[in-house]
Structure formats: C-alpha cells, structure tokens
C-alpha cells in the first residue's frame, strides 16, 4: 500500500509560483513512476507531469511545458511540482499519483492517488 500525502497549495496572484509537495509512505518509492494530475470544478481530471522512478525521463501536458517542473527525491520519498507564471486556469485540486509502469499520462495507469491539495491562482 502506498500513502501519498500532497502540500504545498495555496492562494497565489497571477503570475505568482508555486511548489507543490507530494509524499510518499513506502519502501520501494523509488520504483514508482510519479505523476501529477489536476481537476478544476466541473471538469474532469487531467494529466499534468510525470517523472520515471529515476528522475531521468519526465512527461508534460503540451499545454504547461516550459512553466510547470516536475522533479523528485528518492532520498525524501517526494516529488515536487515547481508552477511558474501561474495563470487563474490553473486554479484546480493538484493529486499526485503513482504508477508501476513507464513514463504514462493516463489516470487509469496510476494505482494509489493522495487526497489533493487546492491551487488557487487570482486575476
């Protein structure tokens, strides 16, 4: 079983950054890829970033590359999601996830999910 606990979210203003936070409770973290997802209100949860197990290989939503990071530490079981020029549609719950399996997008490829923590980002 894995426990993944997400922090790091907030209210910020356009423009503005963020770090999001996911942790994670189990031995093997290391053999897991990470994913970041995001569901505004009303809309379905969407893929955002994943990193491979290594931190060698990193996947993005088309959309988000070159403002939103994802990076991991093995060491601190954790992964981390950098947001810069923080736009109001980015507003959304941020889950991270994991996965036994490659580099993958899709929200039935991960198996355990944290509880989301909220990004709000101001006009």
């Known amino acids: 079983q894995v426990q993944l606990v997400e922090s790091g979210g907030g209210l910020v203003q356009g423009g503005g950054s963020l770090r999001l936070s996911c942790a994670a409770s189990?031995?093997?973290?290391?053999?897991?890829?990470m994913g970041w997802f995001r569901q505004a209100p009303g809309k379905e949860r969407e893929f955002v970033a994943a990193?491979?197990?290594?931190?060698?290989?990193?996947r993005y939503a088309d959309s988000l590359k070159g403002r939103f990071t994802i990076s991991r530490d093995n060491a601190k079981n954790t992964v981390y999601l950098q947001m810069n020029s923080l736009k109001p549609e980015d507003t959304a719950v941020y889950y991270c996830?994991?996965?036994?399996?490659?580099?993958?997008?899709?929200?039935?490829?991960?198996?355990?999910w944290g509880q989301g923590t909220q990004v709000t980002v101001s006009s």
């Open positions: 990193i491979s197990w290594s931190g060698a290989y990193t």
């Open positions: 189990v031995r093997t973290f290391a053999t897991y890829t």
């Open positions: 996830a994991a996965a036994l399996l490659g580099v993958v997008a899709g929200r039935g490829d991960y198996k355990y």
